[in-house]
């Protein structure tokens, strides 16, 4: 049995889940900008999973993260800042080890591993929600060099001025843009400004990267459908030829639940690595 946490700027939520990958029960609950007091509701939800025996848990959160020590030093979502989360976080499951790991990281492994029959090059995850997060993975694993990076804090010119490409592209962006979050959107140019304000970054990322495809998460990479053919046009347009052009940009499967699934594909590869090593 396997235990899977996502910790986000807005709502927590965590699952049992079997051998084979299904979700037994989940839970979500709102996540309280006071750590001792998500500490305290993270507690009584997971009491409600059916967790028994020696099951493995994972725990997915956004920043900067200190993996050996089980720290997080920093969010750009919550106000925490060198907490020590890992041991927390056991302490409340009868002290067994928790694995560690940036949310985006653990959300864009899933998603590729769903991908990883029809594409065996590289796979770009990026979530572009309220910020942008990514990961990048290669015959289902996660490249480990790119452990910390950070692609939508990249300092691009916008507008006469540098500008982290996030601020302007991720969810904040768009309402502080057209006034209104990416859901809401229906104006096919809106959807265009929308799609070449992700592309602008994105084919940076590209030029470095090389990835066979592209998927999209968070709020704002949900609605990929709706304009990637602006990325796309933006790609063929700016691109240069040395540069491979992405086979496909798609939206996450299982967006709701990347992080969660995520957990489970990580403490598996551990526990092989861990079997044959």
Same mark, same amino acid.
């Given at each position: 049995?396997?235990?899977?946490?996502?910790?986000?700027?807005?709502?927590?939520?965590?699952?049992?889940?079997?051998?084979? $990958?299904?979700?037994?029960?989940?839970?979500?609950?709102?996540?309280?900008?006071?750590?001792?007091?998500?500490?305290?509701? +993270?507690?009584?939800?997971?009491?409600?999973?059916?967790?028994? $025996?020696?099951?493995?848990?994972?725990?997915?959160?956004?920043?900067?993260?200190?993996?050996?020590?089980?720290?997080?030093?920093?969010?750009?979502? +919550?106000?925490?800042?060198? /907490?020590?989360?890992?041991?927390?976080?056991?302490?409340?499951?009868?002290?067994?080890?928790?694995?560690?790991?940036?949310?985006?990281?653990?959300?864009?492994?899933?998603?590729?591993?769903?991908?990883? %029959?029809?594409? %065996?090059?590289?796979?770009?995850?990026?979530?572009?929600?309220?910020?942008?997060?990514?990961?990048?993975?290669?015959? $289902?694993?996660?490249?480990?060099?790119?452990?910390?990076?950070?692609?939508? /804090?990249?300092?691009?010119?916008?507008? @006469?001025?540098?500008?982290?490409?996030? %601020?302007?592209?991720?969810?904040?962006?768009?309402?502080?843009? +057209?006034?209104?979050?990416?859901?809401?959107?229906?104006?096919?140019?809106?959807?265009?400004?929308?799609?070449?304000?992700?592309?602008? $970054?994105?084919?940076?990322?590209?030029?470095?990267?090389?990835?066979?495809?592209?998927?999209?998460?968070?709020?704002?990479?949900?609605?990929?459908?709706?304009?990637?053919?602006?990325?796309?046009?933006?790609?063929?347009?700016?691109?240069?030829?040395?540069?491979?052009?992405?086979?496909?940009?798609?939206?996450?499967?299982?967006?709701?639940?990347?992080?969660?699934? @995520?957990?489970?594909?990580?403490?598996?590869?551990?526990?092989?690595?861990?079997?044959?090593?």
């Amino acid at each position: 049995m396997y235990l899977g946490i996502d910790i986000g700027g807005t709502k927590t939520l965590v699952a049992a889940l079997d051998d084979k $990958g299904e979700i037994l029960l989940s839970r979500r609950f709102p996540t309280d900008h006071d750590y001792d007091n998500f500490l305290r509701d +993270l507690g009584t939800n997971l009491k409600e999973l059916p967790l028994e $025996g020696d099951f493995k848990a994972c725990a997915g959160v956004a920043g900067l993260l200190d993996r050996r020590a089980g720290t997080v030093h920093s969010l750009g979502n +919550l106000p925490w800042r060198d /907490k020590p989360i890992r041991t927390d976080i056991s302490n409340l499951i009868d002290d067994r080890w928790v694995m560690l790991e940036n949310d985006s990281r653990l959300a864009g492994l899933s998603e590729a591993r769903l991908l990883k %029959d029809e594409y %065996d090059g590289y796979v770009l995850f990026a979530t572009v929600s309220t910020g942008i997060g990514g990961a990048l993975v290669h015959d $289902g694993r996660l490249v480990t060099a790119l452990k910390d990076m950070e692609m939508g /804090k990249m300092p691009l010119l916008h507008e @006469g001025k540098l500008a982290y490409w996030e %601020d302007f592209a991720g969810g904040r962006g768009v309402v502080e843009r +057209l006034k209104k979050r990416a859901s809401d959107i229906t104006d096919p140019e809106e959807w265009r400004i929308v799609g070449e304000q992700v592309a602008y $970054g994105l084919a940076a990322v590209c030029s470095v990267l090389q990835p066979e495809a592209i998927i999209l998460g968070g709020s704002v990479g949900a609605h990929a459908e709706q304009y990637r053919d602006y990325i796309l046009a933006y790609f063929r347009e700016h691109l240069h030829p040395v540069v491979r052009q992405p086979q496909a940009i798609l939206p996450a499967r299982r967006p709701d639940e990347a992080v969660i699934y @995520g957990c489970y594909d990580l403490l598996k590869q551990a526990e092989r690595e861990a079997h044959h090593g």
